[in-house]
Nanobody, 121 residues
Framework: QVQLVESGGGSVQAGGSLRLSCAVY????????MAWFRQAPGKEREGIAL???????RYADSVKGRFTISRDTAKNTLFLQMNTLKPEDTATYYC???????????????WGKGILVTISS
C-alpha cells in the first residue's frame, strides 16, 4: 500500500523558514513527477511546486523565488524549502505523486494526508 507522509510543518513568524518533507512508502516514486499542493482555509487546493523526472521544476507565482522543491531519490523523499514565509502561506500542505516522468498538477494519483503550516504576522 502506497503511503505519502508529510512532516516538518508547524507555526513560525512571518519572514521565517520551514522545510517540509514527504516520505514515500510502498512504491518507488523517486523517478516520477511529484508535487506540493496547499489548501488555505476557505479556498480550493492549489498546486504550488512540481518536479519532473529530469529535475525540472515549476512554481506557482505566489511562491516563486521563495520556495524550492527538491528530492532525494535514494531516500524516496520529496522536500519543500519555504523561505520568507508570509501569513498568506498559512495552509495545509500536501505532497502528491504521479505515475509519469513529466506531469501537470492534474496528473497526481497518490496523496499525503497533509500537514498544517501556520504563519503569524
Amino acid at each position: 500500500q502506497v503511503q505519502l507522509v508529510e512532516s516538518g510543518g508547524g507555526s513560525v513568524q512571518a519572514g521565517g523558514s520551514l522545510r517540509l518533507s514527504c516520505a514515500v512508502y510502498g512504491y518507488d516514486y523517486s523517478n516520477y513527477c511529484m508535487a506540493w499542493f496547499r489548501q488555505a482555509p476557505g479556498k480550493e487546493r492549489e498546486g504550488i511546486a512540481l518536479i519532473n523526472h529530469d529535475s525540472s521544476t515549476r512554481y506557482a507565482d505566489s511562491v516563486k523565488g521563495r520556495f524550492t522543491i527538491s528530492r532525494d531519490t535514494a531516500k524516496n523523499t520529496l522536500f519543500l524549502q519555504m523561505n520568507t514565509l508570509k501569513p498568506e502561506d498559512t495552509a495545509t500542505y500536501y505532497c502528491a505523486a504521479s505515475g509519469r516522468w513529466f506531469c501537470g498538477y492534474s496528473d497526481m494519483r497518490a496523496w499525503g494526508k497533509g500537514i498544517l503550516v501556520t504563519i503569524s504576522s
